[in-house]
């Protein structure tokens, strides 16, 4: 693949000194972190919830569905994805983030929307008594499939203390 000289001469229009292209908010940050955004989201374009097709069924999801799962400390957005697994078992995905949503704000508004840390806790009373570690697999969850009338998927999602009150 050949880049077209004319796109690299658009970008280099306001170029005045070395560090507007090497510093530190330099040109060439920016194109690697943009890049770097669009290659992982064409290869991983969709946080996944990861069940067998038995358990999809049974909480009306197929493949493909937007699902949330929902613990004690909170819930997260993620798309079914029927795999050859245990029944009654969701595997979801680590460390999810839309960085590309950000607002003006913030740039980690969207940080909790399909982010598994937030189904976990590292609160003392439920850490392993042996070792101090905070429990992030083998957590009791309820998934279901998102409704027509939730929230859009880029919008910020109830933290844990705000959904506290609701019940598992």
Same mark, same amino acid.
């Given at each position: ?24 908010? =330099?040109?060439?940050?920016?194109? #690697? /972190?943009?890049?770097?955004? *669009? +290659? ?7 946080? !996944? ?24 400390? =909170?819930?997260?957005?993620?798309? #079914? /994805?029927?795999?050859?697994? *245990? +029944? ?7 460390? !999810? ?72």
């Amino acid at each position: 693949m050949t880049i077209d000289t004319k796109l690299i001469d658009q970008l280099l229009t306001n170029y005045k000194k070395p560090e507007d292209i090497i510093g530190e908010n =330099g040109l060439l940050k920016e194109l #690697t /972190k943009a890049f770097m955004e *669009r +290659a992982l989201r064409a290869v991983l374009p969709t946080p !996944w919830a990861e069940m067998s097709a038995e358990t999809a069924a049974e909480i009306g999801a197929a493949d493909g569905t937007e699902v949330w799962v929902k613990t004690k400390s =909170g819930r997260a957005r993620f798309v #079914t /994805k029927v795999v050859e697994m *245990r +029944a009654g078992v969701v595997s979801v995905e680590y460390g !999810w983030w839309f960085p590309e949503e950000a607002s003006e704000n913030s740039s980690l508004e969207s940080i909790w929307i399909s982010n598994a840390n937030v189904l976990t806790n590292a609160d003392f009373e439920s850490c392993d008594p042996l070792l101090g570690q905070w429990s992030y697999n083998g957590l009791q969850c309820r998934v279901y499939p998102v409704r027509k009338n939730d929230q859009t998927i880029f919008q910020k999602q109830p933290t844990a203390h705000e959904m506290q009150a609701e019940q598992l």
